[in-house]
T-cell receptor, first 113, second 111 residues
Framework: DVKVTQSSRYLVKRTGEKVFLECVQDMDHENMFWYRQDPGLGLRLIYFSYDVKMKEKGDIPEGYSVSREKKERFSLILESASTNQTSMYLC????????????FGNGTRLTVT | SQQGEEDPQALSIQEGENATMNCSYKTSINNLQWYRQNSGRGLVHLILIRSNEREKHSGRLRVTLDTSKKSSSLLITASRAADTASYFCATEETSGSRLTFGEGTQLTVNP
């Protein structure tokens, strides 16, 4: 079974702090994704990566950056956290094979005060 | 932008009843997928149906796809209290490999 591990389940940070959300997968999947989930808005794609050191903007990249130095790890960075970034953050992976489902981590609920 | 739209937004039924959720989308797709999310957890993949398929079964789940109407339905038969969760459809568009999720249907199964 694929395991996608997000480093924190709950995180509380202050406005202006730099925040790192880590995601590690153990199945050698090429593609990794960061989503945020908010009530009434569903899942929105922030960034994704299809290879080491490669990244692509999703639908809502503003205020975020990412890092993929190793295939198994995909980090989401909030350069200067703001209260409107309070949300549930979900990491997901998928191999290049056609018609493959996403595998999600358990999420990180981030609160910015 | 969200392509998939689920209907209804919320559904409450009694244990043993069937639950039907619908999803509509706008563009051409490679496949459509259904996911389940328990409260406060990540999403879990349930079933994937390809654009050239019309119906698929997995245990108590039945998914249909009508590409002419750009819609799909998820049927859960003989529901159980443990089926209480949010259910999301997601579409993989022919233009790319990204999945686009809908806002989900909150299903509550009362014992």
């Amino acid at each position: 079974d694929v395991k996608v591990t997000q480093s924190s389940r709950y995180l509380v940070k202050r406005t202006g702090e730099k925040v790192f959300l880590e995601c590690v997968q153990d199945m050698d999947h090429e593609n990794m994704f960061w989503y945020r989930q908010d009530p009434g808005l569903g899942l929105r794609l922030i960034y994704f990566s299809y290879d080491v050191k490669m990244k692509e903007k999703g639908d809502i990249p503003e205020g975020y950056s990412v890092s993929r130095e190793k295939k198994e790890r995909f980090s989401l960075i909030l350069e200067s956290a703001s209260t409107n970034q309070t949300s549930m953050y979900l990491c997901a992976t998928v191999p290049w094979a056609e018609n493959s489902p996403l595998h999600f981590g358990n999420g990180t609920r981030l609160t910015v005060t | 932008s969200q392509q998939g739209e689920e209907d209804p937004q919320a559904l409450s039924i009694q244990e043993g009843e069937n639950a039907t959720m619908n999803c509509s989308y706008k563009t051409s797709i490679n496949n459509l997928q259904w996911y389940r999310q328990n409260s406060g957890r990540g999403l879990v993949h349930l079933i994937l149906i390809r654009s050239n398929e019309r119906e698929k079964h997995s245990g108590r789940l039945r998914v249909t796809l009508d590409t002419s109407k750009k819609s799909s339905s998820l049927l859960i038969t003989a529901s159980r209290a443990a089926d209480t969760a949010s259910y999301f459809c997601a579409t993989e568009e022919t233009s790319g490999s990204r999945l686009t999720f809908g806002e989900g249907t909150q299903l509550t199964v009362n014992p």
